[in-house]
């Protein structure tokens, strides 16, 4: 089992990751990220999540479905 320290950690690390390949490679998709990245789509989406809480990314559609 986890601490919270362990979890909160891997959190950080997961979104410093996020970030660093947003700067190198610009603007992704969700799905982008995850390929990019290796990481699944919903470690993605939670990371995207909390950087989008506070204000280190923004999220926009790229298409009406998306």
Do not use: N, Y
Not at 12 to 41: C, F, N, V, Y
Request: glycine share 8%.
């Amino acid at each position: 089992m986890r601490t919270h320290t362990q979890q909160a950690s891997r959190s950080h690390s997961m979104d410093r990751m996020m970030l660093e390949t947003l700067k190198r490679q610009g603007a992704q998709t969700m799905e982008g990220l995850s390929s990019l990245t290796g990481i699944g789509w919903a470690q993605v989406f939670l990371s995207v999540d909390r950087l989008s809480r506070i204000g280190k990314v923004s999220l926009t559609p790229v298409r009406p479905c998306e």
